[in-house]
C-alpha cells in the first residue's frame, strides 16, 4: 500500500492550552486524508506541555494506522526545547527512547529528507 506524498502541516506562533483542541483538530484532518505527515515545528514561538501531547497522541494515531508521521523540532527552537524540559529529547536534542522516534531534528532538512 502507498503513502501517496507527505503532507506538512506547518506550525506557527503560540501553541497552548488556549488553541489546543484546534491543533488536535487539524492534525486529526491531516492524518484522515494523507497517508503520511509531517508537522514543521520551525515557526512555534510557544508551545506547552498540552500541545505537545497532542503531537504525541496524534503520532500513536498514525502508528495505529500504519501512517509515517514526524514533527521536526529544529534545534534552536521553541518545540525543542520545550521536548527537552518535558524529557522527550536530551540536551543534544536526541529522543530520549525509542518511542520518541518520531521528534526530527535539523538534520532531517539537511539530508534532503523533506522540503
Known sequence: MSTGPVHTVRLSGDYTLRNVAELAQGLAE???????????GRDVET????????LVSAHKTAQAE???FGVFAPAAGAL???LRRAGFLDAA???TSTQGQFWLDDSFFSNGKAA
Open 66 to 68: 500504519g501512517k509515517p
Open 30 to 40: 491531516a492524518l484522515a486524508a494523507h497517508g503520511q505527515v509531517l508537522v514543521d
Open 93 to 95: 536534542g536526541r529522543p
Open 47 to 54: 508551545i506547552d506541555f498540552a500541545a505537545i501531547q497532542v
Open 80 to 82: 525543542a526545547q520545550t
